[in-house]
């Protein structure tokens, strides 16, 4: 059964502040990987993706992959309270052609 | 960017009574269209998988004869709750993607169920 692991928290930090979200994965195959997020009562909306090893940014949120060690994070800078949501980190499984996501990571940020 | 249409946002229905939903890719063909639950404060829990023009592929304990799935082209899938109970009532969150290693999902707003 392939696994993608996350704390599921809450991590709380501090507004304005760089949250950190982490998340493992047991494939160690897998090539696609997405971050999303979900506010309480809603439905996931995507936020990020990252294929290869190193750093991807889109403006506050940058992605960060380790494939060696099978890891990938998501960094939150100048954290609001608007980001107070559950991050779900998802990998894409080749082989079953699906999504894999984790339980997420509850973030709440405090003004 | 990409969108996913879902309808309705909300059902309120009597016991017995069967539920569609319907789920539909606005601006991209999707290939493989994916069905979730989600009850309250607990993670999305993966229904079934459809591909345009052929079977549905469910999950291990997802009845098919109770949750039918249609995906009869490459921008709409429904999803029948047949002879809906009370412990039916959840919230069901569609998804779409294109083929290809580098696609993501691309979900719904979603539909919450109450089953009287």
């Known amino acids: 059964q392939k696994e993608v692991e996350q704390n599921s928290g809450p991590l709380s930090v501090p507004e304005g502040a760089i949250a950190s979200l982490n998340c493992t994965y047991s494939?160690?195959?897998?090539?696609?990987f997405f971050w999303y997020r979900q506010y309480s009562g809603k439905s996931p909306e995507l936020i990020m993706f990252?294929?290869?090893?190193g750093d991807k940014e889109d403006g506050r949120f940058t992605a960060q992959l380790n494939k060696a060690s099978q890891y990938v994070s998501l960094l939150i800078r100048d954290s609001q309270p608007s980001d107070s949501a559950t991050y779900l980190c998802?990998?894409?499984?080749?082989?079953?052609?699906?999504?894999?996501f984790g339980t997420g990571t509850k973030l709440q940020v405090i003004p | 960017g990409a969108v996913v249409s879902q309808h309705p946002s909300w059902v309120i229905c009597k016991s017995g009574t069967s539920v569609k939903i319907e789920c539909r890719s606005l601006?991209?063909?999707?290939?493989?269209m994916f069905w979730y639950r989600q009850f309250p404060k607990q993670s999305l829990m993966l229904m079934a998988t459809?591909?345009?023009?052929?079977?549905?592929?469910?999950e291990q304990g997802v009845e098919k004869d109770k949750f039918l799935i249609n995906h009869a082209s490459l921008t709409l899938s429904t999803l029948t709750v047949t002879s809906a109970h009370p412990e039916d009532s959840s919230f069901y969150i569609c998804?779409?993607?294109?083929?290809?290693?580098?696609?993501?999902?691309?979900f719904g707003d979603g539909t919450r169920l109450s089953i009287l």
């Open positions: 998802a990998v894409w499984d080749g082989g079953y052609q699906k999504v894999t």
């Open positions: 459809s591909n345009e023009g052929s079977k549905a592929t469910y």
């Open positions: 601006d991209f063909q999707a290939t493989t």
């Open positions: 998804s779409a993607r294109f083929f290809g290693l580098d696609q993501p999902q691309h």
């Open positions: 990252i294929y290869s090893n």
């Open positions: 494939d160690r195959g897998s090539q696609s």
